[in-house]
């Protein structure tokens, strides 16, 4: 049984000043499995974001469903944890206090908040932060406090946009083992966009590959390296043969996207 169902999900927005619209996911189908770890791939500006907002709740689709566990959804819900590119921690909490917001808000006991908070700072790697506020952290701290307030409200499954286009290769780098390491202990459902081709056969057990705008799903890859991961599997004759394909399709989307803007 699937955990996410998206049946013919589109989107169009309204033009502005009477302009055209803008169709920005062509009717989109995909049935995530529990445990799947699901990387959407794909060129810049071709719905990938939208899709994961419809399915976060924060966007309506024009048209099609989406449900989880079979409960189609209708906005936002804990049980959907969100993680962005943009670091979107409260400036005005510390550490302890961001990871405990949604614990918080369900009216979970301190003592109870405190224990969940004090697991999740030990599993991202933060101990000894638990009391600094965002600005005093890296860029790349501020996204292990993202997952670990996203990861503290036990989501059926965690969407994440791009959560670390904005970090330097090194630190990107060990946040993908951080991640991976994470879901190989909680065997969370994972759908993970982004538009870097390592990153997401490096993490995947299926690729989700879209096409140009208007978006759709052009192919999809089984990424069948073995679990646990380490970064190692990047310098194997596999991994470069899955690269070579998904260079490909994504060079060809790539290559329609700067046509039409030409
Ligand atoms: P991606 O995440 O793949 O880069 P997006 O989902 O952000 O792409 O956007 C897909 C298309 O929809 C783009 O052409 C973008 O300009 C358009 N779009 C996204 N959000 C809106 C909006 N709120 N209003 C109008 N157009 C939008």
Excluded at 5 to 14: A, C, E, L, N, Q
Excluded at 22 to 48: H, R, W
Aim: charged share 25%; hydrophobic share 40%.
């Amino acid at each position: 049984m699937s955990r996410l169902s998206i049946r013919g999900v589109g989107r169009t927005f309204p033009g502005v000043n009477r302009g055209a619209p803008t169709l920005a996911l062509q009717p989109t189908d995909l049935e995530v499995a529990d445990n799947d770890f699901i990387t959407i791939l794909g060129p810049s500006g071709c719905g990938k974001s939208t899709l994961l907002r419809i399915v976060a709740g924060l966007d309506t689709p024009t048209q099609g469903e989406v449900r989880l566990d079979r409960e189609p959804v209708r906005g936002p819900g804990a049980e959907r944890g969100m993680v962005f590119q943009s670091y979107t921690l409260f400036p005005w909490l510390t550490v302890r206090e961001n990871i405990c917001f949604g614990l918080r808000e369900k009216g979970m006991a301190p003592a109870q908040q405190a224990e969940i908070a004090a697991r999740f700072i030990a599993e991202v790697g933060l101990l000894g932060f638990e009391g600094h506020y965002p600005k005093q952290l890296s860029g790349g701290m501020q996204q292990r406090v993202a997952l670990a307030r996203a990861l503290a409200n036990d989501p059926k499954i965690l969407l994440l946009d791009e959560p670390f286009g904005a970090l330097d290769n090194q630190t990107r780098a060990l946040m993908q083992e951080l991640l991976l390491s994470i879901w190989e202990l909680h065997r969370k459902t994972v759908l993970f966009v982004t538009h870097d081709v390592d990153e997401a056969i490096f993490m995947a057990n299926r690729c989700v590959v879209f096409s140009a705008r208007p978006g759709r799903i052009k192919n999809e890859l089984a990424i069948d390296l073995a679990y646990p991961r380490h970064y190692t599997v990047k310098t194997t004759p596999r991994f470069s043969e899955l690269k070579a394909v998904v260079t490909e399709d994504i060079r060809a989307e790539s290559l329609k996207t700067a046509q039409m803007e030409r």
